[in-house]
Protein backbone atom coordinates (compact mmCIF):
# COMPACT_ATOMS: atom_id res chain seq x y z
CA UNK A 1 0.00 0.00 0.00
CA UNK A 2 1.49 3.60 -0.85
CA UNK A 3 1.53 5.94 1.91
CA UNK A 4 2.26 9.32 1.87
CA UNK A 5 2.34 10.90 5.30
CA UNK A 6 2.47 14.83 6.13
CA UNK A 7 4.24 15.97 9.15
CA UNK A 8 1.30 17.84 10.60
CA UNK A 9 -2.74 17.42 10.61
CA UNK A 10 -3.22 20.88 12.06
CA UNK A 11 -0.30 23.85 12.50
CA UNK A 12 -1.24 27.11 13.52
CA UNK A 13 1.53 29.91 12.95
CA UNK A 14 1.97 33.79 13.31
CA UNK A 15 2.25 36.39 10.41
CA UNK A 16 5.56 36.23 9.13
CA UNK A 17 6.85 33.26 10.32
CA UNK A 18 8.84 30.75 8.13
CA UNK A 19 6.77 27.65 8.00
CA UNK A 20 7.59 24.35 7.23
CA UNK A 21 5.30 21.20 5.66
CA UNK A 22 6.90 18.20 4.73
CA UNK A 23 5.90 15.01 2.77
CA UNK A 24 7.06 11.65 2.80
CA UNK A 25 6.38 9.02 0.65
CA UNK A 26 7.11 5.09 0.88
CA UNK A 27 6.94 3.39 -2.62
CA UNK A 28 9.92 4.96 -4.56
CA UNK A 29 7.60 7.64 -6.28
CA UNK A 30 9.80 9.90 -8.78
CA UNK A 31 6.78 12.71 -8.64
CA UNK A 32 5.88 14.76 -5.90
CA UNK A 33 2.90 17.55 -5.39
CA UNK A 34 1.46 20.34 -3.67
CA UNK A 35 -1.66 21.41 -3.78
CA UNK A 36 -3.49 23.63 -1.63
CA UNK A 37 -7.45 23.00 -1.29
CA UNK A 38 -10.06 26.02 -0.31
CA UNK A 39 -13.44 25.72 -0.51
CA UNK A 40 -15.08 27.04 -3.80
CA UNK A 41 -11.74 26.18 -5.49
CA UNK A 42 -10.68 23.34 -5.40
CA UNK A 43 -7.03 22.00 -5.55
CA UNK A 44 -4.44 24.03 -7.13
CA UNK A 45 -0.97 23.04 -7.71
CA UNK A 46 1.72 25.28 -5.97
CA UNK A 47 4.72 23.32 -7.24
CA UNK A 48 5.97 19.80 -8.73
CA UNK A 49 8.86 18.00 -8.60
CA UNK A 50 9.57 15.00 -10.79
CA UNK A 51 13.16 14.05 -9.63
CA UNK A 52 15.28 15.00 -6.65
CA UNK A 53 16.18 18.28 -6.38
CA UNK A 54 14.11 18.83 -9.16
CA UNK A 55 11.19 21.58 -9.17
CA UNK A 56 8.85 23.11 -11.75
CA UNK A 57 6.61 25.92 -10.56
CA UNK A 58 2.20 24.78 -10.61
CA UNK A 59 -0.10 27.49 -11.03
CA UNK A 60 -0.11 29.50 -7.66
CA UNK A 61 3.78 29.17 -6.84
CA UNK A 62 4.16 32.81 -5.25
CA UNK A 63 4.59 33.03 -1.56
CA UNK A 64 6.26 29.54 -1.44
CA UNK A 65 8.86 27.46 -1.95
CA UNK A 66 9.82 23.37 -2.03
CA UNK A 67 12.92 21.43 -1.23
CA UNK A 68 13.69 17.76 -2.44
CA UNK A 69 16.78 16.77 -1.04
CA UNK A 70 15.68 13.57 -1.36
CA UNK A 71 13.37 11.18 -3.58
CA UNK A 72 11.05 10.38 -0.52
CA UNK A 73 10.64 13.48 0.82
CA UNK A 74 8.98 17.14 -0.22
CA UNK A 75 9.60 20.01 1.22
CA UNK A 76 7.15 23.04 1.36
CA UNK A 77 8.22 26.18 2.85
CA UNK A 78 6.14 29.34 3.47
CA UNK A 79 9.01 31.73 3.53
CA UNK A 80 6.81 34.43 5.28
CA UNK A 81 3.57 33.08 5.98
CA UNK A 82 0.72 35.29 5.11
CA UNK A 83 -2.98 35.35 6.73
CA UNK A 84 -4.06 34.75 2.79
CA UNK A 85 -2.15 31.57 3.17
CA UNK A 86 -4.58 29.91 5.41
CA UNK A 87 -5.75 26.81 3.68
CA UNK A 88 -5.38 23.12 3.38
CA UNK A 89 -2.24 21.53 1.91
CA UNK A 90 -2.18 18.35 0.25
CA UNK A 91 0.92 16.62 -0.92
CA UNK A 92 1.02 13.48 -3.28
CA UNK A 93 2.94 11.49 -5.23
CA UNK A 94 2.96 9.21 -8.36
CA UNK A 95 5.21 6.96 -10.76
CA UNK A 96 6.56 8.91 -13.55
CA UNK A 97 4.93 7.79 -16.80
CA UNK A 98 6.00 7.06 -19.66
CA UNK A 99 5.00 6.70 -23.93
CA UNK A 100 3.53 9.77 -23.89
CA UNK A 101 0.26 10.79 -23.87
CA UNK A 102 -2.03 7.29 -23.41
CA UNK A 103 0.24 6.69 -20.15
CA UNK A 104 -0.39 7.78 -16.54
CA UNK A 105 0.07 6.84 -12.93
CA UNK A 106 -2.57 7.44 -10.40
CA UNK A 107 -1.30 10.63 -7.59
CA UNK A 108 -1.80 9.45 -4.67
CA UNK A 109 -2.49 12.00 -1.81
CA UNK A 110 -1.45 12.52 1.87
CA UNK A 111 -3.69 13.23 4.60
CA UNK A 112 -3.14 17.05 4.43
CA UNK A 113 -2.44 19.69 6.57
CA UNK A 114 -5.07 22.28 7.64
CA UNK A 115 -2.73 25.69 8.33
CA UNK A 116 -3.96 28.63 10.27
CA UNK A 117 -2.10 31.52 9.61
CA UNK A 118 -3.09 34.39 12.49
CA UNK B 1 -3.81 26.38 -20.37
CA UNK B 2 -6.60 23.52 -19.79
CA UNK B 3 -9.37 24.51 -17.32
CA UNK B 4 -11.88 22.20 -16.04
CA UNK B 5 -15.42 23.20 -14.88
CA UNK B 6 -17.93 21.45 -12.43
CA UNK B 7 -21.03 23.50 -12.38
CA UNK B 8 -22.68 21.39 -9.41
CA UNK B 9 -21.03 22.65 -6.17
CA UNK B 10 -23.71 21.58 -4.07
CA UNK B 11 -26.15 18.70 -4.65
CA UNK B 12 -28.23 16.84 -1.98
CA UNK B 13 -30.13 13.54 -2.80
CA UNK B 14 -31.92 11.22 -0.86
CA UNK B 15 -30.73 7.55 -0.84
CA UNK B 16 -31.65 5.34 -3.60
CA UNK B 17 -31.86 8.42 -5.91
CA UNK B 18 -29.60 8.30 -9.29
CA UNK B 19 -26.39 10.97 -9.27
CA UNK B 20 -25.26 12.99 -12.33
CA UNK B 21 -22.38 15.29 -11.47
CA UNK B 22 -21.01 17.64 -14.61
CA UNK B 23 -17.48 17.65 -15.71
CA UNK B 24 -16.50 19.46 -18.95
CA UNK B 25 -12.62 20.78 -19.35
CA UNK B 26 -11.32 22.51 -22.20
CA UNK B 27 -8.29 21.41 -24.47
CA UNK B 28 -8.50 19.95 -27.64
CA UNK B 29 -5.85 17.73 -27.84
CA UNK B 30 -5.66 14.31 -26.11
CA UNK B 31 -6.52 13.80 -22.51
CA UNK B 32 -6.83 11.82 -19.89
CA UNK B 33 -9.48 12.10 -17.37
CA UNK B 34 -10.08 11.64 -13.48
CA UNK B 35 -12.98 11.24 -10.69
CA UNK B 36 -11.39 11.91 -7.70
CA UNK B 37 -13.31 11.51 -3.93
CA UNK B 38 -12.44 12.68 -0.58
CA UNK B 39 -14.89 11.13 1.94
CA UNK B 40 -15.40 13.59 5.96
CA UNK B 41 -11.96 13.28 7.16
CA UNK B 42 -10.37 11.25 4.80
CA UNK B 43 -7.44 11.16 1.96
CA UNK B 44 -8.43 12.36 -1.51
CA UNK B 45 -8.40 8.73 -3.39
CA UNK B 46 -9.04 8.06 -7.09
CA UNK B 47 -12.59 6.97 -8.11
CA UNK B 48 -12.31 5.80 -11.93
CA UNK B 49 -10.28 6.90 -14.70
CA UNK B 50 -10.32 7.10 -18.48
CA UNK B 51 -7.38 6.84 -21.03
CA UNK B 52 -8.60 5.46 -24.28
CA UNK B 53 -10.77 2.78 -25.57
CA UNK B 54 -13.92 2.68 -23.91
CA UNK B 55 -15.70 5.64 -23.41
CA UNK B 56 -17.79 3.90 -20.72
CA UNK B 57 -15.36 3.66 -17.53
CA UNK B 58 -16.52 1.69 -14.46
CA UNK B 59 -14.91 2.29 -11.07
CA UNK B 60 -15.42 1.47 -7.53
CA UNK B 61 -18.67 1.71 -5.38
CA UNK B 62 -20.96 1.20 -8.38
CA UNK B 63 -19.40 4.60 -10.01
CA UNK B 64 -19.14 5.02 -13.97
CA UNK B 65 -18.47 7.91 -15.98
CA UNK B 66 -18.79 8.95 -19.55
CA UNK B 67 -16.04 10.53 -21.89
CA UNK B 68 -17.82 12.49 -24.31
CA UNK B 69 -15.37 13.67 -26.71
CA UNK B 70 -17.68 16.15 -29.04
CA UNK B 71 -18.67 17.66 -25.69
CA UNK B 72 -15.61 17.63 -23.82
CA UNK B 73 -17.46 16.20 -20.61
CA UNK B 74 -17.08 13.37 -18.46
CA UNK B 75 -20.11 13.20 -16.45
CA UNK B 76 -19.87 11.07 -13.28
CA UNK B 77 -22.99 8.46 -12.62
CA UNK B 78 -24.63 6.33 -10.27
CA UNK B 79 -27.61 4.69 -10.23
CA UNK B 80 -28.76 4.44 -7.16
CA UNK B 81 -26.56 6.89 -4.11
CA UNK B 82 -26.42 5.50 -0.51
CA UNK B 83 -25.86 7.45 2.51
CA UNK B 84 -21.84 6.27 2.66
CA UNK B 85 -21.50 8.16 -0.34
CA UNK B 86 -21.53 11.45 0.85
CA UNK B 87 -18.22 13.00 0.23
CA UNK B 88 -16.64 16.03 -2.00
CA UNK B 89 -16.01 14.80 -5.53
CA UNK B 90 -12.99 15.99 -8.03
CA UNK B 91 -13.13 15.83 -11.76
CA UNK B 92 -9.32 16.17 -13.46
CA UNK B 93 -7.57 16.05 -16.26
CA UNK B 94 -4.33 15.60 -17.53
CA UNK B 95 -3.05 16.46 -20.90
CA UNK B 96 -0.25 15.66 -22.91
CA UNK B 97 3.00 13.23 -22.07
CA UNK B 98 3.01 14.96 -18.35
CA UNK B 99 2.00 14.39 -14.71
CA UNK B 100 0.34 17.71 -13.59
CA UNK B 101 -3.59 17.07 -13.33
CA UNK B 102 -6.08 19.84 -13.36
CA UNK B 103 -8.63 19.76 -10.88
CA UNK B 104 -12.06 20.91 -10.94
CA UNK B 105 -13.33 23.04 -8.01
CA UNK B 106 -15.08 20.63 -6.64
CA UNK B 107 -18.78 18.90 -5.94
CA UNK B 108 -20.03 18.44 -2.11
CA UNK B 109 -22.93 15.53 -2.58
CA UNK B 110 -24.90 14.95 0.55
CA UNK B 111 -26.97 11.99 0.23
CA UNK B 112 -29.71 12.02 3.65
CA UNK B 113 -31.47 9.06 4.56
Not at chain 1, 89 to 102: F, I, P, Q
Amino acid sequence: DVKVTQSSRYLVKRTGEKVFLECVQDMDHENMFWYRQDPGLGLRLIYFSYDVKMKEKGDIPEGYSVSREKKERFSLILESASTNQTSMYLCASSLSGTGGASSYNEQFFGPGTRLTVL
Amino acid sequence: AQSVSQHNHHVILSEAASLELGCNYSYGGTVNLFWYVQYPGQHLQLLLKYFSGDPLVKGIKGFEAEFIKSKFSFNLRKPSVQWSDTAEYFCAVKTGGGNKLTFGTGTQLKVEL
